[in-house]
């Protein structure tokens, strides 16, 4: 899937997107926990890069957390960008972020970040090199041993036992009500348009993109988050 088809992907889907996989958030809260201990040791006025930002999830969790954090928000879909938007004009913190509708390259030069946050997003990019480009330039956007977190699927794909891993994460997907269809879509998807690397594959190539070796803090079915700071030169 291009950039084209992944946008117009996520702006259809963007008005109900966090009301679909509200049954599932349990998943998403995990990786958002775990990531404000992370950055827990953050300035108060944190700087904060939240790429692929989507509905402003993320960012609505650590705005709470953390009173002090600024936000830029990330965002090629229009529609996700509306609602993390909507979301933060509601819930009084969008004086506190900026929303840039775009991909990372076109965002403007600013003062680089304190850390920053990936989540389920490198998984679309197919190639390596693409993806290894894509945390170099989160990188070059961070302070020297600036923190990311960062999130993906991933699994031995070549596991023998990988199908039967793949089959309880379909069932568990189907807690979001999703039709029998939607759920066949999916799992082709798995196989042609997001790539699922093993953790140590997802690793290397985060390292590769300038940052100390990823430390796994989280995995729950396809889903696994890592954390690492940015290498200092």
Do not use: N
């Amino acid at each position: 899937m291009d950039r084209t088809e992944l946008k117009s992907t996520f702006d259809q889907q963007a008005g109900v997107y966090d009301q679909q996989w509200a049954k599932l958030a349990p998943f998403r809260d995990g990786i958002h926990l775990l990531a404000a201990s992370v950055f827990s040791g953050l300035p108060h006025d944190a700087r904060m890069l939240c790429v692929g930002a989507g509905t402003g999830a993320e960012i609505h969790f650590f705005a709470d957390r953390f009173p002090g954090w600024t936000f830029v928000a990330v965002e090629p879909s229009g529609g996700m960008v509306s609602a993390a938007r909507s979301r933060a004009e509601a819930h009084g913190y969008d004086k506190r972020c900026e929303f840039h509708t775009g991909y990372l390259e076109s965002l403007p030069t600013s003062a680089p970040f304190d850390a920053a946050t990936s989540l389920l997003v490198s998984h679309f990019l197919l190639h390596p090199g693409e993806r290894m480009a894509f945390f170099r330039a989160i990188a070059d956007r961070l302070k020297p041993e600036g923190m990311l977190v960062t999130s993906d699927l991933s699994a031995d794909t070549a596991s023998p036992l990988y199908p039967d891993l793949l089959e309880v994460w379909m069932r568990a997907l189907s807690g979001a009500d999703l039709s029998a269809e939607r759920l066949q879509q999916m799992r082709a998807a798995y196989d042609k348009d997001v790539s699922i690397l093993p953790p140590s594959s997802v690793e290397a190539i985060v390292a590769s993109g300038g940052f100390q070796p990823p430390v796994q803090c989280y995995q729950a079915g396809l889903i696994h988050a890592w954390y690492a700071r940015r290498r200092a030169s």
